[in-house]
């Protein structure tokens, strides 16, 4: 048993102070740190900020792994880099490539998903190959294919979100048999060309969530208003964001601030240069050169980033002029109520014991899962 004490506690009824947290591998609850057993250990936060970990839906590496290399020690490294970021859970996210190579990946992820010496893997995000292949972005086009519902229920047990394009041929028919047959799974629009008909329809028959809003889609154009204005138009679907200055502007932060509100949520789209420097290294079979924080092929595409989640929060919130709370909202608690985990995203009695100690810049000081330290150095 482990308590936080001098801590900034940042719950769902608002920040508190003069309490201590308590807890396991789950919260136990909050209470005054006099009353805090003598065996239970103390944890100092020197007055910074007690949240919920962080949970990136949307990454495919970081420190030098990649989701795609579908080996052991990839997915470990992963899971180890990531707690110095504040993320404390992800999705494993797959890319366009060969169908062998995608189940060697989610075959690994299966595996793995019981490892516990950092962040939790949550399952996979298949992100392709059921995507447009003129707004492949940094993807292998020559790999996108037809929807298979068939295909993805093979591996239901692993994946909880799919990234297609919905004006792709049998868009429809896919989504009605996995909301039929694996109603877990997330379906998202992305890496698509479809219109503002096309995609509002879409958002009536299942596609609840738009992938890295702005990135691989149609521009937002006051004759063509596009996935991005279909978005808007529906309140109940959601979307993510990379806020890294690179691939979206600050402007469009604020507009998606504006426009979604708590609609929206932040993403790394972190490839395997996460949490390393600069240098060249490879995403999907293509090389990619990474320098000042940008990514990108040799002609240019951006290709995924080098963000870090703590990184994220701090953009978005000097983009959009939101608080704290809302910030940190972004990345644990909407993630997590779009995948349905009730136990994380909030420090309340009987979550997970995910926890990040940090500052308002959000520099991490410490980071829990399951109640368990993973980063940074004991008080």
């Not at 959601?238 to 609609?263: C, E, F, Q, S």
């Not at 420090?347 to 990040?356: F, T």
């Amino acid at each position: 048993m482990t308590a936080i004490v001098n801590g900034r506690i940042l719950t769902p009824e608002g920040i508190v102070t003069g309490k201590a947290l308590l807890f396991a591998r789950r919260i136990v609850g909050t209470l005054n740190p006099v009353d805090v057993p003598s065996d239970v250990r103390r944890v100092d936060a020197d007055g910074l900020y007690v949240v919920p970990g962080f949970i990136d839906v949307h990454i495919h590496g970081s420190g030098g792994a990649d989701v795609m290399d579908a080996v052991p020690e990839a997915l470990k490294t992963i899971a180890r880099t990531l707690p110095q970021t504040g993320t404390t859970s992800f999705l494993a996210t797959t890319m366009s490539m060969p169908l062998g190579r995608i189940e060697a990946a989610l075959e690994n992820i299966r595996r793995q998903k019981a490892y516990k010496h950092g962040a939790e893997i949550l399952g996979a995000h298949l992100e392709g190959p059921f995507l447009n292949p003129s707004r492949a972005g940094a993807q292998d086009a020559a790999h996108m294919t037809a929807c298979d519902a068939d295909w993805v229920l093979r591996h239901a047990d692993v994946v909880r979100m799919i990234t297609i394009a919905p004006e792709m041929p049998g868009a429809k028919a896919f989504v009605a048999t996995l909301r039929q047959k694996a109603p877990h799974i997330v379906i998202s629009a992305g890496h698509s060309e479809a219109t503002y008909d096309e995609a509002s329809y879409a958002f009536t028959y299942g596609v609840r969530h738009v992938t890295h809003l702005f990135n691989a889609m149609g521009a937002y154009h006051h004759r063509k208003p596009g996935l991005v204005g279909a978005l808007f138009d529906h309140p109940s679907v959601t979307a993510d964001i990379i806020a890294d200055g690179v691939h979206t502007h600050p402007h469009h932060l604020r507009l998606a601030h504006r426009m979604l509100h708590k609609r929206v949520m932040l993403i790394t789209d972190a490839m395997r240069a996460g949490c390393m420097r600069s240098g060249v290294y490879e995403l999907g079979g293509q090389t990619v050169t990474v320098s000042q924080r940008e990514a990108r092929l040799e002609n240019g595409t951006l290709a995924g980033s080098v963000l870090q989640m703590h990184d994220a929060l701090r953009r978005w919130r000097k983009a959009t002029g939101c608080d704290f709370a809302e910030a940190v909202d972004a990345a644990t608690r909407r993630p997590a109520k779009l995948l349905g985990l009730e136990r994380k995203g909030r420090l309340i009695k009987g979550a997970d014991a995910d926890i990040v100690i940090c500052d308002e810049a959000f520099r991490i000081r410490q980071t829990y899962v399951a109640g368990r330290q993973v980063y940074g150095v004991s008080s």
